[in-house]
């Protein structure tokens, strides 16, 4: 297994009777120590049971149409595209779109390809108010491995909810 395969097994370690505020202090931890803007960094498992479990809080996936179509989505999250395909800008409308269908109090959970976009989009989302925002950790599909395939780590390979 390589290091960064370990150190995603470690962040997704199941721990048994953990209260969702456990979740939450550990998600706001991982962005203190980094000095982040936003609210926390979740894994997919504690994202999914977030959202589960947290009244309000709402899946966010930010990644393209066509990733949704190709790739698969989560059922029941909003889908705001975050940059666009095929030349990766800057989606004009996502701040417009986010606005419209979340406050800046609301808890919102930012899922993208890898958590890369994810991060981007919480921290302009934190910079314009939004203090409730959390980016979810390897994404929909997580990292490539050595042969670079993405089946190492994220939401797909962790099992959570998705559909194509």
Not at 83 to 96: G, H
């Given at each position: 297994m390589s290091a960064s395969a370990a150190r995603i097994v470690n962040l997704s370690e199941a721990r048994a009777g953990e209260s969702l505020d456990d979740i939450l202090y550990r998600a706001e931890n991982r962005a203190r120590e980094r000095e982040i803007p936003y609210r926390g960094q979740l894994t997919p498992d504690e994202a999914w049971r977030v959202c589960q479990e947290y009244p309000g809080a709402r899946l966010v996936n930010i990644r393209t149409k066509e990733e949704l179509v190709l790739?698969?989505?989560?059922?029941?999250?909003?889908?705001?595209?975050?940059?666009?395909?095929?030349?990766?800008?800057?989606?004009?409308?996502?701040?417009?779109?986010?606005?419209k269908n979340f406050l800046p109090t609301d808890t919102i959970l930012l899922l993208c390809r890898s958590g890369v976009r994810s991060r981007e989009a919480a921290e302009l989302l934190a910079a314009e108010g939004f203090r409730n925002c959390f980016n979810i950790l390897e994404g929909f599909e997580g990292d490539k491995n050595e042969a670079g395939q993405r089946v190492i780590a994220g939401w797909k390979v962790r099992g959570l909810p998705w559909s194509q």
């Open positions: 790739i698969g989505r989560v059922p029941g999250a909003v889908e705001i595209q975050w940059r666009l395909f095929q030349d990766w800008d800057l989606n004009p409308r996502f701040l417009r779109d986010i606005r």
